[in-house]
C-alpha cells in the first residue's frame, strides 16, 4: 500500500508540473505584431489607380483564353527542378516538424535480451530478461511546445515558399510565352520589310536600266535591303532564344522546335486591386516571412527555456528468469519510478549565447519581412502605373501605325506618278514598320503587365493547387 501512495504521488506532482506546460507563451500574435509595426505607414488605397479597389480575382491564367498557356504552366510545375527542390523542402519541414512533435508526448521503449555462461569445465547457465521503460520530461518552461510550434511555422513557410515558388514559376512561364510570341511577330514584319524592299531594290534597278533613276537611288535601295535583312536575322535570331528559355522553363530540351501561337491573346481587363494590406495576408513569399518570424520567437523562447532546469518522469518494468516461460511471471517482474531534475549550472556561456543568436535571428526575420513588404507594395504600385502608362503608350502608337500607314499608301503614289523621290517613300516605310513593331512590343508589354500585377497582389489561378 505504501509503494502505490508513493506512485499515485509521483504521477500527481508530474501532472501538476505538466499543467504548467499548458501556460506556453503565444506567440503567433506577438510576432505578427512586431513584424507590422515594422512596416511603413500604409495607405487606404494604392496611389497608382485610385479607384482599383475590389477583391483580387482567381483564376488570371484564364483570363488569356488560351489553352496551351495552361496546359504549358502545369507542364512547368510537374517538370521544373526547382520546384521539385522546393516541393521536396515542403516534405522535409514537414518531417521535422513531426520530429518535434514526438518530443511533447512520452517515449516507451521495449528491451529483451538473453545470456548463456558458466565455467569451462562446469555445468552451464541461462539468463533472459524483458523490459519495458517510458520517460517524459514535464515541460514546466514551454521548451519542448516552443520547439515544437517552431518547426510547424518553418513546415508553414516552407508551403507558403513552394506555392511562391509556383507562382513565379507560372508567371515566368506566361511571360516567356508571350515574348516567344512576339518574338515571332517581329521576325514577320522584318520579312515584310525585306520583301517590300526587295521588290523596290527591283523597281529601281529596273528604272535605273530605263534611265529614270540614278546609281545614288540604286545604291540606297540596295543598302536599305541589307540592313533589313541583317534586322531579319537578328529577330530570327531572338525568336529561337525566345524558344529555348521557354523550353528551359518547361523542362525540355532547349532545341527551339516549340510552337506558339501566331498572335498575341487580348489584353485582359485589369484586375480589381484590393487595399494595400491585404496583400500582407495573401501574397505567399509574405506569409512565408511572417511564419518566419513566427518560428524565430519560438526558438528564441526554446533559447530562453534551455537555460532553466529540466523535470523529467521515468519508468521501468522487467523481468528476468532462466526460462523463457516463467520471464512474464509476476514473481519475478520489477517495476521503478523517478522523477529527476537536471539544472544547468556552468556551461562557459552557452546558454546565453544561444538566446543571443536566436534573439538576432528574431531581428533579422522582422527585418526581412519588412524589406519583403516594403518591395511587394513597391512591385504592385509600379505595375498599377505601368498599366495606366501602357494603356496610353498603346493609343498613342495605334494612332502613329494608322497614320503612317496612311502617309506610305499617299507617298507610294506619288512616287509612281513621279511626283516623289524614292527617300521619301523608304523613310515613310521605314517608319510604318517601325510603327508597328513598337506597337507589338507594347502590347506584348501589356500581357506581362497583367501578370506582373496579378503577382504582386498575390493573385491565384484555377489549376494550381498545392499538394
Known amino acids: 500500500m505504501k509503494q502505490k501512495i508513493q506512485f499515485a504521488a509521483t504521477v500527481l506532482v508530474t501532472a501538476f508540473i505538466s499543467a504548467c506546460a499548458n501556460n506556453v507563451a503565444v506567440v503567433s500574435e506577438e510576432s505578427i505584431a512586431e513584424a507590422r509595426s515594422s512596416l511603413p505607414e500604409t495607405k487606404i488605397t494604392w496611389n497608382a489607380v485610385q479607384d482599383a479597389v475590389g477583391e483580387v480575382e482567381v483564376g488570371w491564367i484564364s483570363k488569356f483564353n488560351d489553352p496551351v498557356l495552361g496546359s504549358l504552366v502545369l507542364e512547368a510545375q510537374t517538370n521544373n527542378k526547382d520546384l521539385q527542390a522546393s516541393a521536396a523542402g515542403v516534405d522535409e519541414a514537414r518531417a521535422l516538424a513531426k520530429q518535434a512533435g514526438a518530443a511533447v508526448t512520452p517515449s516507451v521503449n521495449l528491451s529483451a535480451g538473453g545470456q548463456r555462461g558458466g565455467a569451462v569445465e562446469g555445468s552451464a547457465a541461462t539468463g533472459l530478461n524483458v523490459g519495458l521503460e517510458a520517460s517524459w520530461e514535464a515541460d514546466v518552461w514551454g521548451r519542448v511546445r516552443s520547439g515544437n510550434q517552431a518547426a510547424l511555422e518553418s513546415f508553414e513557410a516552407a508551403k507558403a515558399d513552394y506555392r511562391y515558388a509556383q507562382h513565379s514559376i507560372a508567371g515566368a512561364v506566361a511571360k516567356s510565352y508571350l515574348v516567344a510570341i512576339e518574338a515571332q511577330l517581329q521576325v514577320d514584319v522584318t520579312d515584310k520589310v525585306v520583301a517590300a524592299l526587295t521588290e523596290l531594290h527591283r523597281i529601281v534597278k529596273l528604272q535605273a536600266d530605263n534611265g529614270l533613276a540614278s546609281g545614288q537611288d540604286v545604291a540606297l535601295a540596295r543598302s536599305d535591303l541589307a540592313s533589313a535583312t541583317d534586322s531579319q536575322v537578328s529577330a530570327k535570331s531572338g525568336q529561337r532564344d525566345a524558344l529555348r528559355a521557354l523550353e528551359l522553363l518547361l523542362g525540355r530540351y532547349p532545341g527551339a522546335d516549340l510552337e506558339v501561337r501566331e498572335s498575341l491573346p487580348d489584353t485582359p481587363a485589369p484586375p480589381s486591386a484590393g487595399v494595400p494590406s491585404e496583400i500582407l495576408e495573401r501574397r505567399p513569399d509574405l506569409v512565408a516571412s511572417e511564419r518566419r518570424i513566427a518560428a524565430a520567437f519560438n526558438s528564441t523562447n526554446v533559447a530562453r527555456a534551455a537555460r532553466l532546469p529540466r523535470f523529467g518522469l521515468s519508468a521501468n518494468l522487467g523481468g528476468s528468469s532462466q526460462d523463457l516461460s516463467d520471464v512474464l511471471n509476476p514473481a519475478n517482474l520489477a517495476w521503478s519510478v523517478a522523477t ?106 501589356q500581357l506581362t503587365q497583367f501578370v506582373d500585377i496579378n503577382l504582386a497582389l498575390g493573385g491565384d489561378w484555377d489549376d494550381a493547387e498545392l499538394n
Open 340 to 445: 529527476n531534475l537536471l539544472a544547468p549550472l556552468i556551461d562557459g556561456g552557452l546558454g546565453k549565447a544561444q538566446v543571443e543568436q536566436a534573439t538576432a535571428q528574431q531581428k533579422q526575420a522582422i527585418a526581412a519581412y519588412a524589406s519583403a513588404a516594403t518591395s511587394a507594395f513597391g512591385e504592385v504600385e509600379t505595375a498599377l502605373d505601368q498599366g495606366v502608362t501602357l494603356a496610353k503608350r498603346r493609343g498613342a502608337l495605334e494612332e502613329a501605325y494608322r497614320e503612317a500607314q496612311e502617309a506610305l499608301r499617299i507617298a507610294d503614289l506619288r512616287f509612281k506618278e513621279g511626283e516623289s523621290d524614292l527617300l521619301s517613300v523608304l523613310q515613310i516605310q521605314q517608319r510604318v514598320f517601325g510603327s508597328e513593331s513598337n506597337l507589338l512590343s507594347v502590347q506584348r508589354s
